[in-house]
């Protein structure tokens, strides 16, 4: 077979193939041009998807009659003044969106240079150049594409619905819109105004926190968390959202570097180590990371549409992000995200219309006995001491005897037999029973303990307290796991954790290859306090387990969730680079339960030992441990504004 050199046209759409796979790849490339002209604003319009139509409008720099007949040539380019690759500072320096476009569709641009009156235009169909003409428009560059793929029909057939290629152009232009706040963007199919941005101008965190709000959900400017860090050469900027704000993909996590939008699985891959700790598998942070670096020190050059990026130093920039957005998130304390209370407001909201509209509940069988008394004092005698019996502390309880209890800051007064407040109500149904816990007074620091004083604990897992401003509901089980996660985590940094030796040894009996995953890595719990050895095919006997655990530890329990964990881990990963996985299955096993009666004593000091420890705003998965809700949104919810 003899070799031959293919012609310019096929050559060109074979490059076209690679570069321009769909509409928004053309939108991209071009919008990229633009942003490297210099461009203050950029309009997009597309018609049936961008199968017939596709315009980029700008303001930039333009382009000479002289410069318009050389950007159609194949690796012609002005993004670099020298032959180095290495020192790249603009979007596009390769030279083959115009030409690649060229060859599959009918194309034509006009352009002005800023300064000049005149303006030229040139047309390149189906790889076949016309001879630019005079032609009228404002200073700025624009890039018409008609009938895009002609030249290539069986491209069309891979194209899928008008609506969803313009929802991928939607994503490009967004993508780049976050990067360059100080542009303006628009896309429209010359019907409708699909997405509009207007430029913005200021200091450079203000406008992309507002762009990034315009872009990504509403409530994210609400609830999103500043980084700002710099390692060595490297520096990372941008915000990221409270872990209680997640989606069910990834599709809200933007990532750039030097301003490029990229897909790198080594950033995807931090954000998910900094956030393990505080979110189910299933779920994903938003948030968008910015990192600027040197132009050495990354190589752009490695994909034809310019996603990926590749690191001189990848464990370096990972670690940045990990820690960055590790530090944010305990900075944060344990605050919760709004969206948590709004979406309660919400429910209720829906509930209430369908009240008004007739569509009421059935109503429960069970006869609830509901009192309303102005005040009750406990007499003396037998009632004083059995109402004083149940308010006191579980046996063996107190203050600091919750499993992984620490000092707390000052609590809320519980003036035992003081009974329930003026106005009060107390509903005495036995199943999911609702008890006051009495009033702290007026005397109350609401601004130094603002998770509010314990008021109540209904269905044996809320706990209801009065803010300054408000109520807020808490999930005992939630956030008491998280504050045993987090005890154990720092116990571990400081003296390792500590163990209790089981008075009777456990037998677990597993399937044989649990047991032997577990046995494999005896070494590795034993630093983590859970002291295991083989017993027999199929089983192992439990010595010690970690002390936080207290004397409730289900020791069958939390060995059979620790071999479901590592047969998900994988053999070849150490445990110790999933620590906080591991302690967070020891958490849950060692938290108040749901189902479990707190007195006020108890529940205050839980409140106060919230307020102390960072991320307590959300469990080890993820989830909510309180919600608030400010008193002008409930008095709406009554008509009473």
């Given at each position: 077979m003899l070799i031959r050199r293919l012609p310019d046209t096929l050559v060109n759409q074979i490059a076209a193939g690679e570069v321009i796979e769909r509409p928004a790849a053309a939108i991209k490339e071009l919008v990229e041009n633009s942003l490297d002209a210099g461009s203050r604003n950029i309009d997009v319009v597309m018609r049936d998807g961008g199968r017939s139509y596709i315009s980029v409008t700008d303001d930039g720099c333009g382009m000479s009659v002289e410069g318009l007949g050389i950007c159609i040539e194949r690796h012609a380019t002005s993004k670099l003044p020298s032959d180095d690759l290495v020192h790249i500072e603009t979007l596009g320096f390769r030279g083959e969106a115009l030409p690649s476009i060229g060859a599959v569709a009918r194309l034509q641009i006009t352009s002005r240079e800023a300064g000049c009156e005149d303006a030229w235009s040139i047309k390149v169909e189906g790889g076949v150049l016309h001879d630019p003409q005079p032609a009228a428009c404002n200073a700025g560059t624009r890039v018409e594409i008609r009938d895009l793929f002609f030249a290539t029909p069986a491209r069309l057939k891979f194209l899928k619905a008008a609506r969803t290629e313009v929802s991928h152009a939607e994503d490009v232009l967004k993508r780049l819109a976050m990067a360059h706040p100080d542009v303006g963007f628009s896309l429209s199919d010359e019907k409708r105004t699909i997405l509009r941005l207007p430029a913005s101008s200021g200091d450079l965190f203000e406008v992309r926190l507002k762009r990034l709000s315009s872009v990504m959900a509403r409530e994210f400017e609400e609830n999103a968390l500043p980084i700002n860090a710099e390692r060595e050469y490297l520096k990372l900027s941008g915000y990221i959202g409270l872990p209680t704000l997640n989606r069910g993909n990834a599709q809200h996590q933007y990532l750039f570097v030097n301003g490029r939008p990229v897909k790198d699985r080594l950033l995807q891959g931090?954000?998910?180590?900094?956030?393990?700790?505080?979110?189910?598998?299933?779920?994903?942070?938003?948030?968008?990371?910015?990192?600027?670096?040197?132009?050495?020190?990354?190589?752009?050059?490695?994909?034809?549409?310019?996603?990926?990026?590749?690191?001189?130093?990848?464990?370096?920039?990972?670690?940045?992000?990990?820690?960055?957005?590790?530090?944010?998130?305990?900075?944060?304390?344990?605050?919760?995200?709004?969206?948590?209370?709004?979406a309660a407001l919400g429910m209720l909201e829906a509930a209430r219309a369908r009240n008004e509209q007739g569509v009421i509940p059935p109503r429960p069988s069970t006869d609830y006995s509901w009192q309303s008394r102005p005040s009750v004092n406990y007499p003396s005698g037998r009632l004083s001491e059995a109402g004083m019996d149940y308010h006191a502390p579980l046996p063996g309880q107190s203050q600091s005897s919750l499993p992984g209890a620490t000092e707390f800051a000052p609590q809320a007064r519980n003036e035992q037999g003081s009974g329930l407040s003026e106005g009060s109500v107390s509903w005495n149904q036995s199943p999911g029973s609702f008890e006051?816990?009495?009033?702290?007074?007026?005397?109350?620091?609401?601004?130094?303990?603002?998770?509010?004083?314990?008021?109540?604990?209904?269905?044996?897992?809320?706990?209801?307290?009065?803010?300054?401003?408000?109520?807020?509901?808490?999930d005992q089980h939630a956030a008491h796991e998280r504050l045993v996660l987090e005890k154990m985590k720092a116990q571990m940094a400081e003296q390792g954790v500590k163990t209790q030796m089981l008075l009777l040894?456990?037998?677990?009996?597993?399937?044989?290859?649990?047991?032997?995953r577990l046995v494999k890595r005896a070494d590795e719990l034993s630093e983590l306090g859970l002291v295991l050895e083989g017993f027999g095919p199929g089983a192992v006997v439990v010595r010690e387990v970690p002390a936080i655990l207290g004397e409730r530890a289900n020791a069958a329990g939390l060995v059979t969730d620790l071999a479901d964990e590592l047969a998900e881990l994988g053999e070849t990963l150490a445990l110790k680079e999933r620590v906080e996985r591991v302690l967070g299955t020891m958490a849950c096993h060692g938290s108040v339960r749901s189902g479990r009666r707190l007195n006020g004593e108890e529940m205050n000091a839980l409140l106060r030992q919230m307020e102390v420890t960072p991320h307590s705003g959300q469990c080890n998965h993820g989830r909510p441990t309180y919600i608030e809700l400010k008193l002008a949104d409930i008095e709406k919810l009554f008509s009473r504004r």
């Amino acid at each position: 077979m003899l070799i031959r050199r293919l012609p310019d046209t096929l050559v060109n759409q074979i490059a076209a193939g690679e570069v321009i796979e769909r509409p928004a790849a053309a939108i991209k490339e071009l919008v990229e041009n633009s942003l490297d002209a210099g461009s203050r604003n950029i309009d997009v319009v597309m018609r049936d998807g961008g199968r017939s139509y596709i315009s980029v409008t700008d303001d930039g720099c333009g382009m000479s009659v002289e410069g318009l007949g050389i950007c159609i040539e194949r690796h012609a380019t002005s993004k670099l003044p020298s032959d180095d690759l290495v020192h790249i500072e603009t979007l596009g320096f390769r030279g083959e969106a115009l030409p690649s476009i060229g060859a599959v569709a009918r194309l034509q641009i006009t352009s002005r240079e800023a300064g000049c009156e005149d303006a030229w235009s040139i047309k390149v169909e189906g790889g076949v150049l016309h001879d630019p003409q005079p032609a009228a428009c404002n200073a700025g560059t624009r890039v018409e594409i008609r009938d895009l793929f002609f030249a290539t029909p069986a491209r069309l057939k891979f194209l899928k619905a008008a609506r969803t290629e313009v929802s991928h152009a939607e994503d490009v232009l967004k993508r780049l819109a976050m990067a360059h706040p100080d542009v303006g963007f628009s896309l429209s199919d010359e019907k409708r105004t699909i997405l509009r941005l207007p430029a913005s101008s200021g200091d450079l965190f203000e406008v992309r926190l507002k762009r990034l709000s315009s872009v990504m959900a509403r409530e994210f400017e609400e609830n999103a968390l500043p980084i700002n860090a710099e390692r060595e050469y490297l520096k990372l900027s941008g915000y990221i959202g409270l872990p209680t704000l997640n989606r069910g993909n990834a599709q809200h996590q933007y990532l750039f570097v030097n301003g490029r939008p990229v897909k790198d699985r080594l950033l995807q891959g931090a954000v998910r180590g900094a956030y393990q700790d505080f979110l189910a598998r299933d779920r994903h942070p938003l948030l968008a990371l910015f990192l600027e670096l040197p132009s050495e020190m990354v190589d752009v050059n490695v994909h034809p549409a310019k996603t990926e990026v590749r690191f001189r130093d990848a464990a370096l920039v990972r670690g940045l992000i990990v820690g960055a957005c590790k530090h944010a998130l305990a900075e944060a304390g344990h605050r919760a995200s709004t969206s948590v209370g709004n979406a309660a407001l919400g429910m209720l909201e829906a509930a209430r219309a369908r009240n008004e509209q007739g569509v009421i509940p059935p109503r429960p069988s069970t006869d609830y006995s509901w009192q309303s008394r102005p005040s009750v004092n406990y007499p003396s005698g037998r009632l004083s001491e059995a109402g004083m019996d149940y308010h006191a502390p579980l046996p063996g309880q107190s203050q600091s005897s919750l499993p992984g209890a620490t000092e707390f800051a000052p609590q809320a007064r519980n003036e035992q037999g003081s009974g329930l407040s003026e106005g009060s109500v107390s509903w005495n149904q036995s199943p999911g029973s609702f008890e006051s816990m009495g009033s702290e007074g007026d005397n109350f620091d609401h601004q130094s303990h603002p998770l509010g004083a314990a008021r109540a604990q209904f269905h044996e897992n809320y706990i209801i307290t009065q803010t300054a401003d408000g109520i807020i509901v808490v999930d005992q089980h939630a956030a008491h796991e998280r504050l045993v996660l987090e005890k154990m985590k720092a116990q571990m940094a400081e003296q390792g954790v500590k163990t209790q030796m089981l008075l009777l040894p456990e037998v677990v009996e597993l399937d044989e290859d649990a047991a032997h995953r577990l046995v494999k890595r005896a070494d590795e719990l034993s630093e983590l306090g859970l002291v295991l050895e083989g017993f027999g095919p199929g089983a192992v006997v439990v010595r010690e387990v970690p002390a936080i655990l207290g004397e409730r530890a289900n020791a069958a329990g939390l060995v059979t969730d620790l071999a479901d964990e590592l047969a998900e881990l994988g053999e070849t990963l150490a445990l110790k680079e999933r620590v906080e996985r591991v302690l967070g299955t020891m958490a849950c096993h060692g938290s108040v339960r749901s189902g479990r009666r707190l007195n006020g004593e108890e529940m205050n000091a839980l409140l106060r030992q919230m307020e102390v420890t960072p991320h307590s705003g959300q469990c080890n998965h993820g989830r909510p441990t309180y919600i608030e809700l400010k008193l002008a949104d409930i008095e709406k919810l009554f008509s009473r504004r």
